[in-house]
């Protein structure tokens, strides 16, 4: 089958041109890296997954009015977006401390923090993503300060809505990353929020257990990591074979 035009690569997705001008195709690969690539494995089913959990997460915030790059799901793998200019910040939202303010800070990984803290990372790989901030953004004209102000207020908007709906299901979000893009209709631009939500990227905790459920089952080698996203899946109602009398918390069906 002739394949559309590969736009571009990157460690878990591919991006292909799209059927109509102004989309690309996001596929999702089994591929997965951590430590800046230093660490790469195959996540069996996680492409599927991750293709689903997105969908689901991101259709959820269009309905509280958060604009977000999807279209729809083509097909297990594939999803339609709008093609937007990526800013190159990843917006961290933590609640929870793990991960690199544990080490940047000395604070123990589980430790509650006092408010969600919202932090910026400058996207470049032969860099490291180093943390930055609002005077690098607006600076080095990587976002204007109304653009930031915009995306902060959104990120802490998505943080809640996603809370209140991972604790229905019995999972504690963490922590995440997220992407905004500039989508641009003739001569008017807004922000919407891009790329993907999904264990690759949010640190997600069973409420009673503490057992991860995400990525960090790959980074750190505990196993189980394809049942963890699976698991993930399920909770949310958007597993093929999951009934509304399986999952532990109360269903959030779509
Ligand atoms: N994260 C991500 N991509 C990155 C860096 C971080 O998706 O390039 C996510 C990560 O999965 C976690 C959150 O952002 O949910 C915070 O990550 P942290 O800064 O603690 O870095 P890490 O410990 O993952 O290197």
């Not at 799209?18 to 951590?34: C, H, I, M, N, W």
């Amino acid at each position: 089958m002739a394949r559309r035009r590969r736009i571009y690569e990157g460690k878990a997705k591919v991006l292909f041109e799209g059927p109509e001008p102004g989309t690309l195709v996001q596929y999702f690969k089994d591929d997965a890296s951590a430590f800046n690539n230093a660490k790469t494995g195959t996540i069996t089913g996680k492409g599927v997954l991750n293709n689903r959990i997105s969908e689901y997460l991101m259709l959820k915030l269009a309905e509280i009015g958060i604009p977000t790059h999807f279209v729809r799901r083509l097909n297990m793998r594939e999803q339609l977006i709008r093609e937007v200019e990526i800013i190159p910040v990843e917006i961290v939202v933590r609640n929870v401390a793990a991960g690199s303010i544990c080490e940047r800070f000395g604070i123990a990984e589980g430790t509650p923090l006092p408010r969600s803290i919202v932090e910026y990372y400058y996207k470049a790989d032969d860099l490291n993503d180093p943390l930055v901030a609002e005077e690098h953004i607006t600076a080095f004209g990587w976002s204007t300060p109304q653009e930031l102000d915009e995306i902060m207020h959104m990120s802490l908007r998505v943080n809640d809505f996603l809370t209140g709906l991972l604790v229905t299901v019995g999972i504690r979000l963490v922590d995440f990353k997220l992407e905004y893009g500039r989508l641009w209709n003739n001569d008017e631009m807004r922000i919407v929020l891009a790329d993907e939500i999904s264990p690759d990227n949010c640190r997600l905790w069973d409420l009673k257990t503490n057992e991860k459920m995400d990525k960090d089952r790959f980074r750190r080698d505990l196993g189980g990591v394809e049942e963890a996203y699976q698991e993930v899946a399920r909770r949310l109602g958007i597993l093929p074979e999951s009934a509304p009398g399986d999952l532990k918390g109360p269903a959030v069906m779509q």
